[in-house]
């Protein structure tokens, strides 16, 4: 039976359940371990030429899981930080930490002192695991912390000798990629992944409703808060997106998935990580999918099924020829999301692949997927498409009474993805996920009567620089503490590479303040992405009539 009140059900591949069940699964920990038990012989993760098989990634796991439980003081509920590339140790110590009982907050690499002990502070983390690439902004700001346990390991550390131990000397001595750093009491990851005794672990008896990851997204209060995401919603948007596989020609066991997002991001943590983990799925992890020559290079090396990517990477690759040279005859399934799918990009995917570019919506918030387009879509239609099984999706006004279809108004989510809250922000919480469940996304929409969703315009004043969320007020609180700052506005405006950019436009209290000297001042204090790549002055900020910078007329200046 049909729900007239969700006229996307109607639009469903004829595979895709309306409605899906976790009966089966404790937490994402018995989710794991029931997919290396059944695939234990399929290779699961390759990376920089070296592939781990399930058989092999459980016993690793293990063995980080009982170190943690017979060598720390961590116990179940301690966060613990993993600040790392895509490499072959973060899939072991992301499962490893849970088959602790501990909670992942997962750290962006390349943020800065100043975002990197925001993040372990607001937390509470009480270890951290990091590539030694990074370590130093680790050694600057742990004692202002609670982080009792360092564990720092190096890019090569788990390639094998002598592969391994080559790349790790050209990266610290010909690329001098390591800067100096001291981490006295740190231990090295891979003396615990070869010496340590498993004997002594012991399941934590996870609940489904116990917290997996604290994933951190910013705020319009300027303020990264950590969406807590639970065991629940973890396992519930694996098998909604698995289900909504069920359209495509997956085989268990066969499918080989690209994985150039960072695994740190949400979307690459659930699609690629967890998800294609239930298929018994090969995971090809690319650690720098900036070198675009490298990347098509290392893909020409295998039969690729599956795809993941943002509208700037699927670009980026589109102008590289070695990529368009590429056998695509195994390719069935491309995922774009984190932002917005251009059609000249989708258009020329499809004819350089012969396969479709399908957009999907989600946040950090919803685990993260919330809207997918049928993968068997023939071509890209320019929404975020359907709201997937047991998800629900409506349109509301500023009111909150739910408009119908073609009128435009908020979008909000409401299902098993959903987070439980903001960490520590009740306030924040309240704002955001209203008494009867509904998530305001902060996006306005408009729903056609097919029941897919499309994008129009964005309520909240974020940014979106190649998938990643930049705050406004998070730029203006930086700039405001430069001595020569009277007042600053951030704005995002378009770009054809990365979908939008950083612009702050600034009053001057040092006339003789410069561009380069802003510049200097976030390169210090914030990670790339969030960068203003263009700085105006001007004598006044447009205000409302309480003081509020209008940040709508701000674009109108651009």
């Known amino acids: 039976m049909i729900d007239n009140n969700k006229p996307w059900l109607n639009s469903y591949p004829d595979k895709v359940p309306q409605e899906i069940s976790i009966d089966n699964y404790g937490s994402l920990v018995d989710m794991y371990r029931k997919s290396v038990d059944e695939f234990s012989d399929r290779p699961a993760y390759t990376n920089l030429g070296k592939t781990i098989t399930y058989a092999e990634l459980d016993q690793l796991t293990l063995k980080f899981a009982a170190w943690i439980q017979n060598h720390t003081s961590l116990v179940k509920g301690d966060r613990i930080a993993v600040m790392m590339p895509n490499l072959l140790q973060y899939p072991v110590i992301v499962f490893g930490a849970l088959r602790a009982g501990l909670v992942v907050v997962n750290t962006n690499p390349l943020y800065t002192d100043r975002e990197v002990k925001h993040q372990l502070q607001d937390s509470g ?83 489904i409703d116990d917290l997996a990851f604290l994933q951190y997204t910013g705020g319009t209060t300027g303020v990264a808060k950590g969406a807590m995401l639970t065991h629940r919603n973890m396992v519930s948007n694996a098998l909604q997106a698995l289900a909504w596989l069920s359209a495509v020609d997956v085989k268990k066991g066969q499918e080989l998935i690209v994985t150039a997002l960072p695994l740190y991001h949400i979307f690459a943590l659930t699609a690629n990580c967890m998800v294609f983990m239930l298929l018994g799925a090969q995971n090809l992890l690319i650690t720098n999918p900036r070198d675009i020559p490298g990347f098509a290079k290392e893909l020409g090396k295998y039969k690729f099924t599956a795809f993941t990517g943002v509208n700037t990477l699927f670009n980026a690759l589109l102008n590289n020829e070695q990529f368009r040279s590429l056998d695509f005859s195994p390719l069935k399934i491309v995922l774009g999301g984190g932002m917005a799918v251009q059609k000249a990009v989708a258009d020329e995917w499809k004819e350089v692949t012969g396969t479709t570019l399908v957009e999907a919506y989600g946040l950090t918030e919803t685990s993260p997927a919330a809207c997918i387009n049928p993968l068997d879509l023939a071509e890209y239609n320019g929404a975020i498409g359907l709201p997937i099984s047991s998800t629900d999706a409506c349109i509301q006004d500023p009111e909150g009474q739910q408009l119908a279809v073609g009128e435009e108004g908020e979008l909000c989510i409401r299902g098993p993805q959903v987070m439980k809250g903001y960490w520590q922000r009740e306030e924040a919480t309240a704002k955001t996920i209203d008494k009867d469940g509904w998530l305001h996304t902060g996006d306005i929409a408009v729903m056609n009567d097919q029941g897919f969703f499309k994008i129009v315009d964005r309520l909240k004043d974020m940014i979106l620089v190649s998938g990643f969320n930049v705050y406004p007020n998070e730029i203006e609180s930086v700039i405001a503490q430069m001595p020569g700052v009277l007042e600053v506005g951030a704005i995002g405006i378009p770009d054809e590479h990365s979908g939008e950019v950083v612009k702050v436009v600034i009053t001057r209290k040092d006339p003789d303040l410069t561009e380069e000297q802003v510049l200097a001042h976030c390169k210090e204090n914030l990670t790339g992405y969030k960068r203003p790549k263009i700085v105006t002055f001007v004598d006044e900020l447009p205000k409302t009539n309480v003081g509020k910078i209008l940040r709508r007329e701000l674009r109108d200046m651009s």
């Open 125 to 207: 983390a009480k270890a951290i695991v990091v590539v030694e690439a990074f370590a130093h902004t680790v050694a600057d700001v742990v004692n202002d912390t609670e982080v009792e346990v360092v564990v720092t390991t190096r890019f090569g550390d788990m390639l094998g000798f002598p592969k391994g131990a080559l790349v790790n000397f050209v990266i610290r001595k010909i690329k001098k990629m390591v800067p100096p750093f001291s981490l006295p009491g740190s231990h090295g990851l891979k003396d615990i992944l070869t010496k340590t005794d498993t004997s002594g672990y012991k399941d934590p008896q996870l609940e």
